[in-house]
């Protein structure tokens, strides 16, 4: 291991050792974050959602949101995988079906960036317990 | 992907190694790559949790899923079904005992809820064995801001206004402590980490030692810094194998890095750090004993002044503190001691680490603001009394605190608060008990350990505790008189007024303050020679229900000294002055018609 010698070193591992804790210290405080969950049941993986899944992940980095990307179970809208829903801060969370790379595209750049609705919202018509509580 | 995108936290405690949780580790990462997911998924070891009572503990981030009592054999189920098809493993899940629902987030624990961990905050979070974690949480950063920016002069103005207190028990304010230890002029001096955590039930340090090992190395050295020395040494006891084995690695890792050693930073500062282990000696934690015992002579407390700050280590001023309290430091240090002060009471800032122990659900570690009330603690955080039964006592401060009662339950914890009501912070362990506990029991149980661990150096201590011991133990074998009350009274003052150190000192306390709160207790233990809670087994008789015995004879064979006596299908008798009381009896009959009263 190479020595520190100076506090400005110091800085620099921290910057460069942040990367590998950011997960864990996003996961602390979701609710200030956008939060992306992807459907990545059997069906939703052969429609594509691991590649738009490791879009989104990428790409939200990238352009430097702040964000958690999970997976989840399917969601139940099989006819329109991949499915994505995403929370943004102090919203309600929005169902997207249908979700490939270019969508995921124009959703960060839409939704995401400007909270403006695009094309391919599924309404959610149910009650989960969670909400009836 | 390249990176990972989904951590598994699994707890490397003692607590939850001791349950396997080193092989759930190594069943997890077999898993992950057996699905090809090793470069997706990362496992990491942490420090303690806290949730001790449910561990293992594996936490799932970023989605903050907290998994309990994880067994190896569950790792399969976690990677297919968490991991892969994002599904939570329900049954693993913490379940609330009041709703009976799974709470997915930690968060939403009660157990987690009102707890502000300033002295935890890297346990449970990051790898102890891994110093670039350390660095990424701003670690070390504290010692550079200090050396680079900051005077002694100044840094120990702010721990002073911080208004931070040693947290190993007496809470003497910690900036003082460095001034004294400052003004003492000397060739050499020495910083002296206290790792003897010897209060039965407390765990706070080697969870600390354990889970963030890098937080005390850094604020040594800024106490070295502070006082003008360039070494130090953790004083800990052999019993904490992992806790040790951690510290080496940290100290190792820091050394590599140059963190500690010569010319640290560039700045010219020297710091190294060496490890004293300890034969295990309550004593041994009170700071003078510590240092004789790091010496090489007996862990035997000496008259103070002289102060270790002025006449310590090999008879150099020495600066002692507590590893919690040096957990707290760099956080001052970084974040202000306006952020610190803010939090707490008028006299008692910041937060405490409790260790919560005895007849309560969430048996763990915990940390929350000083001035939480007791009710905060036991009843939200600790999630109540086991099996629904009634809460009577809480011991705090160990074998030198006393007995709260419901009375006291309001109460906000703090130093004075606590000695006010006839107890003391300690290191922090709490002891809570039910119904079925015994308070002159447990009077005993806290001073046959005392009796035990007195150094035997001062004649009050020595001779004084072991009279003590033989009162209560008198009472409970029901051949206690009323006089012996104010004996007990009279003799616990006495030691406790004339003993050397802080031992003897504090030792009647668990005597005094189950008098003062549970008098009619001894009463009835001295009077009736009844034991109400049905713990002295000197004082319970067995005796068999007219009503429920059937007289199948079995308790009568099975009794062997013949105290039982009765007809075939008559109900039997049990003859107390023939009884042993080895309850043979009792274990023998179906019908549950022996009992103890």
Known sequence: MEKIKS?????????????????????????????????????????????????????LEKRGIESVVTQTGCMGYCYAEPTIEVTLPGKEPVVFGKVNVAKADEIIEKYIKGGELVDGIIPVNYETIDSKE | MSKYSMHLLVCGGTGCKSSESDILLERLKKELSKQGLEDTVQVIMTGCFGFCEKGPIVKV???????????????????????????????????DPASKGHVEDSKKMGFYKKQLRIALRNCGFINPESIDEYIARDGYMALGKVLSEMKPEEVISMMKKSGLRGRGGAGFPVGLKWEFARNNKSDKKYVVCNADEGDPGAFMDRSILEGDPHSVLEAMAVIGYCIGSDEGYIYIRAEYPLAIQRLKIAIKQAEEYGLLGNDILGTGFNFKIGLKYGAGAFVCGEETALIHSMEGSRGE???????????????????????ETLANVPAIIMKGSKWFSSIGTEKSKGTKVFALAGKINNVGLIEVPMGTTLR???????????????????????????????????????????????SMMGSGGMIVMDEDDCMVSIARFYLDFTVEESCGKCAPCRIGNKRLYELLDRICQGKGELEDLDRLRNLGEVIKDTSLCGLGQSS????????????DEYRSHVVDKKCTSGVCKDLLEYFILEEQCVGCTACARACPVGAISGERKEPHVVNPAICIKCGACMEKCKFDAVILK
């Open chain 2, 508 to 519: 009647p306390n668990p005597v005094l303050s189950t008098l003062d709160n549970f008098m």
């Open chain 2, 376 to 422: 905060e603690v036991i009843f939200e955080i600790g999630g109540g009394i086991k099996d629904g039964k009634k809460f009577k006592a809480v011991q705090t401060g160990g074998p030198s605190g006393g007995c709260l009662t419901e009375k006291h339950l309001d109460t906000p914890i703090d130093y004075e608060n606590l000695i006010a009501n006839g």
């Open chain 2, 61 to 95: 981030m970023p989605d903050n899923t907290f998994y309990t009592q994880v067994q190896p054999d569950d790792a399969e189920e976690i990677v297919e079904e968490h991991v892969i098809k994002g599904r939570r493993v329900e049954r693993l899940l913490y379940q």
């Open chain 2, 301 to 323: 407390p000496t008259l103070k002044p002289p102060f270790p700050a002025e006449s310590g280590y090999l008879g150099k001023p020495t600066n002692v503190n507590n590893v």
């Open chain 1, 7 to 59: 506090l400005a070193d110091l800085k620099k591992i921290r910057e460069a050792q942040l990367e590998g804790i950011h997960l864990r210290k996003k996961g602390e405080d979701p609710e200030k974050l956008v939060q992306v969950k992807v459907a990545m049941a059997t069906c939703g993986i052969a429609s594509g959602a691991k590649d738009t899944m490791e879009f989104l992940a990428d790409a």
